[in-house]
């Protein structure tokens, strides 16, 4: 609008207003008009002004001048704060210069003032569950589906939010919707067998990602089915050439992952020289790429040729001494090598080419952090907090900032908050091994081993020289009950660390779980008599207790108590072997020598409830549990002694008035329902049973021991299975180590016609519980049928005959006792088995 229009404008409106004096209008009538029609000319102003900006915005950011662009928004909405056109353009102009915070407010508004924006609704959804939002970004996920039910972003993102919220069936049913609105979209499929891997599910995800290749041959599609098969060595041929194929189809900027795939491929099999060239030729043909200098120096450092690894790395950092890249590779080298004042050195050079450079400043944080906690040094952990806090502040969804934070978590014990940013780390950031390898760390405290197994074998996809993710993977191998895995991968671990003791104890352990005895003490015998610690002849102990040999692993435990006194595996181990010999006054006063230097640890006084039940002394034991329990509720073991107890003592009924009156008194308590649902249960009683399991959920939903009690008779019942894993999962997670809990997390999934993803948790349930404990041979009935379902008939049999045994065992030293109802199924499906075996040739 020109001068000379506004000032035309104004005359004719004092014109007007002289007229209508003139015909003698009163004068506050004729104010009153005359601000009228100057609001109605402000409003034609405003409008033509908030079009004006509006396009500028628009063009700027379709420019990619996205600073100019965020003004001209701004002052669209400093003429109409409702704008949600202009909300949602500068959400994506702040979203496109990485300043996340705002962009988040913006996409809020966008959304609530325009319903109808649904690509609005996904990105605030999809950032919320970033933000850690999980039901608000469900809400949006699900009105988006209500409004467009062909969405497929939307279903996964009602997936990902279901899934941090632990409902893992929910999730999978929302990922199976994506695939079915969009077949043929990469994305969906991806996600889903994702999904499918993380869970134990493999045999449904090879279709998918075969699909995929077929739907989308690129790098991407074949580099994720190579990763996929790569889990199964016999197929070794297959994955070597699907390697091949995705570096064939690998773009120019995807060249350096390719190599680097490939290449840790063939150093995970051994095949060293095959791993040289791969590299070397990536070298060659993405000429000055770190990435792959950095990863053929690890390769050398590795093989044990440092002069070579060192001189690559320090030759690539001399060729570009102004540039800040080269610096941070030179720190990520020389901390891989445990030099971290070297790394720090390094890092403070980069700092100085670019002071205000993020990664080094994100670097440096790192280090201080690594050098804070191994030092005890406050004021480096404090300054590695103000580096991170400030740039994510200014970009929260900084991959490295969000790395170097989450570390800070996990030192903290936040695990939940690391695991949060740990994924975002790797959503943006898919090919960074160390980020892969920490988030498998947290998942595995967590006690999700399956989701762990997938992130450290990604990890160790990327870079195979990660000695850490590989130890890792073995102790995740070996937890799941997958001990041959386990021996293997400890075992190369050994190859390049010989003296790594925990390692050596790891694959011992693995070797007598698969009864190699001989094996494991041949195993154990290589560490150095001057290296060795308690839990290496805790170690010895136990593997003399599995060859029936008393007096040298007595002698063992004995001098792994001596050299760590008060530890609850070693007095177990201990006590089970005094029971055995005779010698439980030993096992009681040890013990109670431990409950009295640590009178707060529910653990010790469970084992001195069991000690005292053995003695004979139940009113004590039962004290002792009740004790325990106080101590910590969560813990499922003395429930369930206390329960045993009471049972056993013919008190049931007067237990049950007891604790029902206990609930009237305290109805908020959790533990007492858990307690009477576990008397009801031994009556067998078990609606009453679940009932009471239910409440003690309801009133503490962190009660581990409540949810797998649960979980287990919803299965024996076949009632509601989605949430009986949903149950068992969560208890699982809460009780990582415990038997019971792995035994009804494996026997839900069986129930579910899971047999594959049972058996890994079935076994780790039998090789988690004593020889002696009254449940080891259900257990085995349900690993046994496990291995059935899932067509390996002979490791069904082999598990029966230790189960087998076992009876046979408790009948020669109690020929009068009645067997428990299982033995009876236990010895018919082994009879039935046998018949099959024996006629399964003249069949052939």
Sequence with gaps: MNRGHTLGTYTRLITGVAHLRSARIG????????????????????????????????????????????????????????????????????????????????????????????????????????????????????????ADPTRWAAYVLRGQALEILKKSEDAKEAYLKAVEVAPNDASPLLILADYYVRTGDTKSAEPLLRKLTESQPSFGSFGALGGFLARDKSRDAETEATFKEALAKAKLEELSVAYRTLGSFYYSRDRFADAERMLKEGVEKVPGDLDLIYALARFYAARGDNAKADAMVEEATKAKPNEVAPYITLSTYRSGKGDLKGALDAVDAALKVAPDDTQARLRKADLLLDLGYRDTNKEQIAEAGSIVDAILKSDPNSPEGLFVKAKMDLAGGHLPDAATELRRT?????????AHYLLATVLNAEGDRNGARAEVSRALEIDATLLDARRLLASIQSALGADDLAVEEGRKVLREAPDDVKTRILVTQSLVRQRKVDEALAELEKIPEGKRDAETYYAFGRIYMAMGKIDPARTNLLRADKDSPNNFEILNSLLSLDRQTGHLPDSMERIQRAVAAQPNSAKLEYLNGLALAFSGKQADAEQAFKHAIELDPRDITPYQALAALLASSGRRDESI??????????????????????????????????????????????????????????????????????????????????????????????????????????????????????????????????????????????????????????????????????AAEVRSMMERLKTQAAAAPSQG
């Design 657 to 822: 008035e007891t604790y029902k009156k206990a609930i009237e008194a305290r109805p908020d308590v959790a533990g007492l329902h858990l307690v009477l649902g576990s008397l009801y249960e031994g009556g067998g009683d078990m609606q009453h049973a679940m009932e009471e399991y239910d409440k003690a959920v309801k009133l503490d939903p962190n009660l581990a021991a409540a949810k797998n009690n649960l979980a287990y008779l919803l299965a024996e019942k076949g009632q509601d299975l989605n949430r009986a894993l949903d149950l068992a999962q969560e208890a699982k997670a809460g009780l990582p180590d415990n038997g019971s809990a792995a035994d009804t997390l494996g026997w839900v999934l069986y129930k579910k016609g899971a047999p594959a993803a049972a058996v890994g948790y079935l076994r780790e349930a039998e090789g988690g519980t004593p020889a002696d404990d009254p449940s080891i041979n259900v257990i085995r009935l349900h690993l046994a049928m496990a291995y059935e379902a899932n067509g390996e008939p002979d490791k069904a049999r082999e598990t029966l005959e230790r189960a087998v045994a076992s009876l046979d065992a408790a009948k020669s030293k109690n020929p009068g006792a009645a067997e428990s109802p299982q």
């Design 426 to 434: 790797v959503e943006i950031k898919p090919d960074w091994a160390q």
């Design 27 to 146: 004068r506050a009538q004729a104010l009153l008009l005359l601000l009228a029609c100057l609001a109605g000319f402000a409003c034609q102003g405003r409008e033509a002004r908030k079009a004006t900006h509006l396009a500028r915005g628009e063009q700027y950011a379709k420019d990619g001048k996205h600073a100019e662009a965020i003004i001209e928004f701004k002052n669209v909405l400093q003429l109409d704060p409702n704008s949600a056109v202009a909300h949602w353009d500068l959400a994506k102009s702040y979203l496109a210069t990485k300043k996340v915070r705002e962009g988040y407010w913006e996409l809020h508004e966008a959304a609530r003032l325009d319903p109808k924006n649904l690509d609005a609704k996904l990105q605030y959804g999809d950032i919320s569950r970033l933000a850690g939002e999980e039901e608000e970004a469900l809400k949006q996920a699900d009105d988006v589906i209500a």
